[in-house]
């Protein structure tokens, strides 16, 4: 089940948004800017082992909500999991100010459906710093709709619409465990994570190779792949974006499996009965969508 070939046509008219929900989604760039300026904190605290033991599991816990759950769970469907799994890890997923369920999805569809055309939010085409992050502070910011099955669900609902709650709660939690130390270790580690996933929408689509025939300029790029617990085997998701795996590419004629910790996770979630019935293509569909040079 191979991506459909290149769409021309026009991104679809803007969702109205109400005021509440502008000013909600809108925090979400400040919230990141303020991360920013607060990593400066670490420059007058230091940050000792502990601090830097913190950085890496509020980065590592946190990335993989954003992949298991808003990526490949909510986004392509690509495994089920139990309500709560969902919400838990939506609730995590937003203490990193990766904004909300209903936004995250809706935005990542318009990548998807318009990838490296007019229409996708960080079109490589228009530079690399354009997909890195200019377009947060663009109108393309704002997802041209919203999900109906995200916003059916009245609690992700609500977590889209509350999204900044969870970052600044542990932002909280960081001070009370190790004061202004920890908290300049919550700044660094949000900002680290913030160009982590970044690198997904701008190196991906630049740098790396290409062993399938997706339909836009998406790569498999092994140093992004290690910063985001697997996705950036970025041309096999391009080229079957519902695969629960996507650590995989092609080497002389045969399949080749790569590390993807994501995928190991859902297994995980698999076997505690968390989740079920993850999706991965088979070899036959692979070959028949490798690109062979």
């Keep these: 089940m191979q991506s459909s070939s290149r769409r021309l046509s026009p991104k679809p008219s803007q969702q109205r948004y109400s005021k509440l929900t502008l000013i909600s989604y809108w925090s979400g760039p400040l919230l990141l800017i303020i991360c920013h300026l607060g990593s400066l904190l670490a420059v007058s605290t230091g940050l000792s082992l502990s ?13 993989l909500a954003i992949t298991s759950i808003y990526h490949r769970l909510l986004t392509h469907r690509s495994y089920h999991a139990l309500s709560p799994v969902k919400w838990i890890g939506s609730i995590i997923a937003c203490s990193a100010t990766q904004m909300g369920p209903s936004w ?3 935005h990542h569809n318009d990548h998807h459906r318009y990838s490296d055309q007019p229409g996708d939010p960080h079109n490589s085409v228009k530079g690399f710093s354009w997909s890195h992050c200019r377009w947060l502070l663009s109108e393309s910011f704002l997802p041209s709709s919203l999900p ?14 509350f999204h900044f709650l969870p970052a600044l709660a542990l932002a909280l939690v960081s001070y009370t465990v190790g004061g202004y130390e920890f908290l300049a270790a919550f700044f660094v580690s949000t900002t680290l994570l913030f160009h ?7 190196l991906c689509h630049w740098f790396g190779s290409q062993p399938f025939n997706s339909s836009d300029r998406s790569r498999n790029n092994w140093f992004v792949a290690i910063l985001t617990l697997g996705e950036g085997w970025h041309s096999c998701h391009h080229t ?9 590419t092609t080497q002389k004629g045969n399949i080749e499996y790569l590390p993807d910790p ?30 062979w040079s």
């Design 240 to 248: 079957f974006p519902w695969s629960a795996r996507q650590g995989i």
């Design 262 to 291: 994501t995928f190991w996770f859902i297994n995980l979630l698999t076997s505690l009965r968390l989740a079920s019935k993850p999706k991965v293509p088979l070899e036959t569909e692979l070959l028949s969508a490798a690109k």
């Design 104 to 106: 995250w999805k809706g």
């Design 196 to 202: 982590g996933v970044a690198t997904v929408n701008s």
């Design 148 to 161: 109906s099955d995200i916003e059916r669900d009245c609690i992700l609902r609500f977590i889209d619409r």
């Design 51 to 63: 601090a830097w033991l913190w950085i890496f599991l509020l980065y590592e816990v946190r990335m």
